[in-house]
């Protein structure tokens, strides 16, 4: 393609276009979209690229999409609005094309302490002007008409004490407003085209709702209407149907997003869709993909980047093989088996790591597909064979080449029940949704004593200075948080998660010193097992950022205001290091599925548990409702549905029983020997977390304990060790490995509780009789004091 110079016609760019199909050798049946910028020589249905296109090549399946921001700002003129805006131009040009009376209001604005020093220009081609010079005016309304009257000019504004003229004027200029909202969110950072259409899909629905209100009376969302007094209510009905007209511009100008549907799901919900809906288009020569390969420095060889393939994926061995209930399938129709999913850190090269869970599936290299770019905006550039990041810039080189469609993974399909099932809640599984809309009356109260804390910036070296700004201006948009001039103030902290990315916060520890506590109870991870006795099939639910979902007491908000090098910021919702945040949270999830006895929330950790799969799936479907009435979002990335082994909370569950992850067995058998008190309380830690399935534990870890008496939580004392306290470390780690597997409680059966005791510790093990044998439900062990052990045993 040549580059285009000088005034063009339609004709001109689809002459380019012809010729350029024909020098790339490339039919056009290969093409499946068209993007332009919405310019009329583009859009035109006759002597417009649009229109030649489909003179040329009718019956074609091409879909069209335009510059989306640029037909956003065209919708308006489906409004009536032309003569409010020409009176508002002609007011501000009265103004400011006179130099003498230019500079006369400027000072009337600074002798009477006004908040803006003046009006705005008008300028057609800016897609934000007209909104902009609106709430200009708007705001300087009353000093514009004494300015006038001090001038003895008070026809140049007599439309200001117009009633009528003026309900018009604040009727569009709230909803001028509404739309610039969209215009900005369209255009911020790292806006895919999922994104960008929920943003539109919103604002129709938004449309409809202001419609419906206007309908009844209520200008709840139009503040400044609703400040004149006594708007008549056929004024109502023409603003109702000026929103009528403004929603069916929307769908006019943007139809074409609905023919893509389809692939805007499996972009944005990978795992939800039924590849039975999904057109396939094959790119390139028949039959043949391209794939991009790279090498990561940790986990996989050489990973092949196919941005082809909807799912990430890794090669099934020998110790992952469970069968799951989800198929893969390849371009060609073939069924490939999967077997659960592995998190994996990869190292591409860029200089952050990548950690993304991948599904294990029967496939000879692991492929990072369309999720893994998306989530982490990497770009592949064919021609130049780089991986660019598209958040550093930063790229690496890798190897391009051709391969059969056979290879290429196509889409996921889980059981299609449950697929349809998430489908049916789609708003419910979007990760990148922040719902503006409160569905619930939820709120978290910091109760405090004492007088405000306070507290300096913290300096920040450059690279986490420019990050933190990055997270703040999202934080921003998203109205997570807001500008505060609060007294109170906590110092900002930029967390480092385990992806490498970071996680702004406020160090909130002299705030949470003050707070009074919510003594709401919080589960206990092993409470988990009333729930699944004779259950057969899991599910778990990973809520998405479920702390953002509920908004602080407006009266509490300043409490969380956090100091930073570039001013003072309070949040509008919870922030995780909030003392009392989790109480909050629990409370709120227990209401959220109240009388529901077959599912175990553990703050923002769902378990669901059923005994046959047809009941499963009217549990999931009662819980996705419940989560979709009260505005919650699931990650669709980390919840697993509809399994017969399931990891929750460090445990692995089946319908035998639970045991310890295996992996994290793995790692206390690996643990190294620990050099000194620190290390040795970390792997006591450790272990103990799954103490209530070691037998006698108290006893084997007896001169371990004896290590740690009078010692501080960071003590670095060297630890001397003996003969005898090696092989009760060694003990403990093969304890572990065989540790028993416990089954669930069961009421209906026969218990027995065996005790037993020694010079040291007291131990027991309470067991249920089933299937003609005992089998152990929980083991209890504790460590005799001094005083105790001379206790007569």
């Known amino acids: 393609m040549r580059s285009l110079k000088g005034t063009t016609k339609g004709c001109d760019i689809f002459r380019e276009f012809q010729e350029g199909l024909l020098t790339l050798k490339v039919p056009i049946t290969n093409i499946c979209n068209i993007t332009t910028d919405g310019a009329p020589n583009m859009t035109g249905k006759k002597s417009g690229f649009l229109g030649l296109f489909n003179q040329n090549y009718a019956g074609n399946k091409v879909v069209f999409l335009h510059c989306v921001i640029h037909q956003d700002a065209l919708c308006k003129f489906a409004l009536n609005m032309k003569p409010v805006l020409d009176a508002v131009v002609k007011l501000v040009n009265t103004i400011v094309s006179r130099g003498l009376t230019h500079r006369q209001f400027r000072d009337f604005l600074q002798s009477v302490q006004s908040e803006n020093s003046d009006v705005l220009y008008y300028t057609k081609v800016r897609w934000l002007s007209a909104g902009c010079v609106f709430e200009r005016v708007w705001q300087l309304k009353d000093d514009i008409v004494s300015f006038f009257h001090e001038k003895q000019c008070s026809a140049e504004c007599e439309m200001l004490e117009d009633t009528e003229w003026l309900s018009d004027f604040a009727f569009f200029t709230d909803l001028l407003c509404h739309m610039n909202n969209l215009n900005v969110k369209m255009q911020g950072k790292n806006q895919f085209i999922d994104d960008i259409w929920a943003h539109l899909k919103g604002f129709k629905l938004k449309l409809n709702l202001f419609a419906g209100q206007l309908a009844k009376n209520d200008l709840s969302h139009f503040s400044k209407l609703n400040s004149i007094p006594s708007v008549n209510e056929e004024k109502l009905k023409n603003y109702e149907d000026g929103l009528k007209k403004l929603h069916f511009e929307f769908e006019r100008r943007f139809q074409d997003f609905s023919a893509i549907q389809t692939e805007l799901n499996i972009f944005t919900m990978p795992f939800n869709v039924n590849c039975e809906a999904v057109r396939k288009i094959y790119l390139g020569p028949p039959n043949f993909f391209f794939r991009f390969f790279a090498r990561d420095r940790k986990s996989l060889p050489i990973p092949v980047i196919d941005s082809g393939a909807d799912v990430s994926i890794i090669p099934a061995t020998s110790q992952n093989k469970k069968k799951a209930e989800y198929l893969l399938y390849a371009a060609n129709g073939t069924e490939i088996s999967t077997y659960g999913m592995k998190m994996l850190n990869l190292d591409l090269g860029l200089r952050r790591d990548f950690q993304f869970p991948f599904i294990i599936a029967d496939v000879t290299k692991g492929i990072l597909g369309a999720d893994f770019l998306h989530k982490f905006n990497l770009l592949v550039d064919v021609n130049k064979k780089k991986l660019i990041d598209g958040i550093t810039n930063l790229f690496v080189l890798g190897d391009i080449t051709a391969i059969s469609s056979d290879n290429v993974i196509s889409t996921l399909n889980k059981s299609i ?377």
């Not at 309070?570 to 006895?597: M, Y």
């Not at 419940?626 to 919650?632: A, K, Q, S």
């Not at 009078?710 to 630890?719: A, F, L, N, V, W």
């Open 417 to 793: 029940k449950i697929s349809n099932l998430l489908l049916k809640y789609p708003e419910i599984s979007r990760p990148n949704f922040f719902s503006k809309e409160i569905k619930h009356d939820a709120k978290h109260f910091i109760e405090t004593n004492g007088q405000p804390i306070h507290a300096k910036a913290r300096q920040l070296d450059p690279k986490r200075l420019a990050i933190a700004k990055e997270q703040f201006t999202f934080m921003l948009n998203n109205e997570i948080i807001r500008p505060s001039n609060s007294q109170w103030s906590s110092p900002f902290n930029l967390a480092t998660k385990k992806d490498g990315s970071y996680r702004p916060c406020g160090d909130y520890r002299q705030l949470n010193a003050q707070t009074i506590p919510d003594r709401y109870p919080i589960p206990r991870l092993e409470d988990f097992h009333q729930i699944l006795k004779e259950t057969k099939i899991f599910s778990k639910i990973d809520l998405f950022k479920a702390y953002f979902q509920i908004p602080i007491a407006e009266e509490h908000k300043c409490k969380t205001a956090i100091i930073t090098p570039f001013g003072l910021y309070e949040f509008n919702v919870i922030s995780f290091d909030l003392k009392n945040a989790p109480a909050t949270f629990q409370r709120f999830i227990h209401e959220v599925l109240r009388g529901l006895d077959f599912v175990f929330p553990y703050l923002d950790d769902i378990l669901i548990a059923s005994k046959i799969n047809q009941g499963h799936e009217i549990h999931l479907n009662l819980i996705l409702e419940r989560l979709n009435t009260f505005g919650l979002r699931i990650n669709i990335s980390k919840s697993v549905f509809a399994v017969e082994e399931i990891e929750f909370l460090g445990y692995l569950i089946t319908p035998q029983g639970s045991r310890p992850l295996p992996d994290k067995v793995q790692a206390i058998m690996n643990y190294k020997r620990p050099e000194n008190i620190q290390d040795l309380g970390t792997f006591l830690g450790i272990l103990n977390f799954y103490r209530r399935y070691l037998k006698d534990a108290a006893k084997n870890q007896a001169l371990l304990h004896e290590y740690l008496k009078g010692s501080k939580k960071k003590d670095k004392k060297k630890i001397q060790w003996t003969d005898e306290a090696e092989k009760q470390f060694e003990k403990c780690k093969n304890d572990l490995a065989n540790a028993t597997l416990l089954s669930f409680p069961n009421s209906e059966l026969p218990l027995s509780l065996f005790t037993d005791a020694s010079d040291t510790a007291i131990g027991a093990v309470l067991q249920q009789y089933e299937n003609s044998t005992w089998q152990p439900v929980a083991f209890y062990s504790k460590k005799l004091n001094d005083t105790q052990q001379n206790y007569s045993t």
